[in-house]
DNA sequence: CACATTTTGTGATAATATAACATATCATTA
DNA sequence: TAATGATATGTTATATTATCACAAAATGTG
């Protein structure tokens, strides 16, 4: 058993070897990774063929543990930026592929209370929304 | 060329066969399927063997003339309830994959004009939200 | 009709994810 | 410390979702 602090919090687990360098290179690139991104930037740290299964499992831990949490719509992974204490929201630019994460606004937090108050359990991951960011929106007007 | 009157709208586009079949399949189920129950549904009527590519193409087409969105969370395709006229938002339940469509409600618009202002353009797509539908809870205390 | 454009048919393959089972490691306690 | 159970890892195979590439057919237009 291992004690790890994060920037958003301290858990006690078991951060195994492997589940550490998904982490630490989650947090390292600072963007959402796919697995198979994982995969191939983790092979030359470990030196030996990394398959699927191990990196689907260290990902599962570290998502229960919510140290990382998934771009459902996506299919990446990544660590909340240093101060990141509720679910808040991914603007995912569809040109670009950029991600960019903010805390809920009012609005977004209403509308998660109503949502809430229908009886519906949400669950803590960011809400996901798509479009075309502003960097995009000028490269198109060239 | 055809024209097409659907509960949303009124196009003149190319319906062709089978993206025909597609669209038809999708407003009688009123449910989100993934391409290959899509497949698999379609197969009887057609009574040939149906490649994956033929129903993307399909998709595809009907994604750009907005008769169909994609749950990009869960690589589902969907035809709006009839009356739909703005993205709205999504429930998504984890546990028995139950999609619950609701028009946006006030502080999702809201938000959304938020998200607008700071420059990020956002797509037409509904928002999804994931968590436990209600009659799921109610399983769980059983 | 002739020609260009669009749509379809088909095989191959890429990208994402899980099942299943054997082996190894760790933690607990007899 | 050896036995045991629980947890984690290694590995193969396979499931699921999606696209590429190219040929053939159908359709639209002068």
Redesign the interface.
């Known amino acids: 058993m291992q004690v790890i602090t994060t920037e958003c919090q301290t858990v006690e687990v078991k951060l195994t070897g492997n589940r550490k360098a998904v982490l630490l290179l989650l947090q390292q690139q600072q963007r959402p990774l796919s697995a198979y991104e994982i995969i191939d930037l983790l092979r030359p740290q470990i030196g030996r063929i990394i398959h699927p299964m191990l990196v689907y499992r260290c990902l599962d831990f570290l998502l229960e543990q919510h140290l990382v949490v998934k771009l ?3 299919n990446k992974f990544m660590v909340l930026p240093e101060g990141a204490t509720e679910p808040g ?1 991914c ?1 995912i ?2 040109r670009c592929q950029a991600v960019t994460f903010s805390q809920s ?1 009012n ?2 937090q ?3 209370r ?2 809430a108050a229908s ?5 803590q ?1 960011p ?8 960097a995009c ?1 000028k490269d198109d007007n060239k």
Chains 1, 2 share one sequence.
């Open positions: 459902v719509s996506v929201q603007l630019c569809e606004s609005p977004l209403q509308q998660r109503k949502i009886g519906f359990k949400l669950n991951q809400v996901e929304f798509h479009g075309i960011c502003q929106q």
